[in-house]
């Protein structure tokens, strides 16, 4: 089986995987957000906190080891934590200290789990292929983000959080088989050796993030999207619910229609190739991405904020799979999983700040005046990199 095949059947089984995962997160953060805003800005934090800690010794350790075998462990403890979350809630209840602990062992499993997914289609497809492996890795995972709030509402409307975490332990447990069946046939692939210890390696991975000019761009503006942009499914959007007195349901359709929009971007690239964007200067995408997020806190219909929510995310589509694919192919080879996971960071530590200021906040002046200034923030640094050469033309 060669790498194109091994990357599609993966991709396969990290569906599943990935329709557990959002099942679980949404549960935790509409639990916590039916609790308070700060709680809902800790629980999240709680899960961004291990990312900033371990991704980058996680990403030298999976250059050092192979990635595919850091994914197999992550499932694997992915799917205790599913059960083990089913059996403290089942018994204890949705308790805060209960949604803070299952949020640190998921931080802690995505902590590994993430830089070694996203070296995948660096590690098997070609790299005139590149783009579309890309384009079909944040097509699955935008498809499952489209889906997986709307059907975690249901899920948790009907069954609560501990029916959310056994939704999550059978996709993991469904990912663990498929991983181990491919895992001899993906080991002529996985070119990861040993060389310096893990601490001089780590310290490559953070030196080349800060003095590669196109990596550093890249990063930079991962920076401000995740601080600005990414919060609106995981904090905002539950607020927004609750505010306007929105269901579960509903609400899991205005954060699914932002991945749906996401998906659409990937499935164009998919499709078309990247060539079909070049002309569009990366950034406008974020733009028209904090534009939408400002009427969505603006719309107090569930399905006019739906449609608003469906358009910030293509916009964001179109930012973050470029961008994905520009970092893997400026990265050198054999700190892909470390400059991946300099990647997560850039996205981890304004979450962690942000999540936490908007939360606290949304208690204070409200989740309708927070996410107008969401927007508004993510519309001014698209504008502003409009006038800067390296962002306006980054490939």
Same mark, same amino acid.
């Given at each position: 089986?060669? #790498? ?77 934590? #599913? ?78 959080l501990q029916g959310a975490a056994l939704s999550a332990a059978v996709g993991f447990l469904a990912m663990v088989v498929l991983m181990s069946i491919l895992r001899k046939r993906v080991g002529q692939f996985n070119r ?80 078309? #190739? ?82 936490n200021v908007f939360g606290m906040l949304a208690d204070s002046i409200g989740p309708v005046t927070v996410t107008v200034i969401s927007g508004l923030c993510a519309c001014s640094v698209g504008v502003l990199c409009l ?9």
């Amino acid at each position: 089986m060669d #790498g194109q095949k091994v990357f599609r059947v993966w991709l396969a089984g990290l569906t599943v995987s990935l329709l557990g995962t959002q099942v679980l997160t949404y549960g935790l953060s509409w639990t916590a957000a039916g609790i308070s805003g700060t709680l809902s800005g800790i629980v999240l934090s709680v899960v961004a906190l291990p990312r900033l800690v371990l991704a980058i010794s996680a990403g030298a350790l999976a250059d050092r080891i192979g990635p595919w075998r850091i994914m197999l462990l992550s499932d694997c403890a992915m799917f205790f934590v #599913g059960v083990g979350g089913y059996v403290l809630v089942l018994n204890l209840g949705p308790m805060p200290w209960v949604l803070v602990l299952i949020a640190a062992l998921i931080g802690t499993s995505d902590a590994f789990y993430r830089p070694s997914s996203g070296a995948v289609p660096r590690l098997l497809v070609s790299e005139s292929g590149l783009d579309r492996a890309v384009a079909a890795r944040q097509a699955v995972n935008q498809v499952v983000g489209f889906s997986g709030p709307a059907i975690a509402g249901s899920v948790v409307t009907a069954f609560a959080l501990q029916g959310a975490a056994l939704s999550a332990a059978v996709g993991f447990l469904a990912m663990v088989v498929l991983m181990s069946i491919l895992r001899k046939r993906v080991g002529q692939f996985n070119r990861a050796e040993n060389r310096n210890s893990l601490l001089f390696d780590t310290w490559l991975g953070i030196r080349a993030s800060a003095s590669l000019p196109k990596v550093r761009t890249i990063l930079l503006l991962l920076c401000c999207t995740a601080g600005f942009v990414l919060p609106l499914m995981t904090l905002l959007a539950p607020l927004l619910g609750h505010t306007n007195s929105w269901t579960a349901a509903q609400t899991g359709i205005v954060s699914g229609a932002f991945a749906g929009g996401l998906g659409t971007a990937a499935l164009v690239v998919y499709r078309f #190739g990247g060539k079909t964007l070049l002309k569009i200067p990366v950034v406008v995408g974020l733009v028209i991405s904090g534009l939408a997020i400002v009427g969505i806190a603006l719309s107090g219909t569930f399905w006019i904020a739906a449609i608003y929510s469906a358009v910030s995310g293509f916009g964001a589509g179109t930012f973050t799979v470029r961008t994905a694919t520009a970092l893997l192919i400026n990265t050198p080879e054999e700190l892909t999983s470390r400059i991946q996971a300099s990647a997560l960071l850039a996205q981890t530590i304004p979450m962690l700040i942000m999540n936490n200021v908007f939360g606290m906040l949304a208690d204070s002046i409200g989740p309708v005046t927070v996410t107008v200034i969401s927007g508004l923030c993510a519309c001014s640094v698209g504008v502003l990199c409009l006038f800067i050469r390296s962002a306006r033309r980054l490939e």
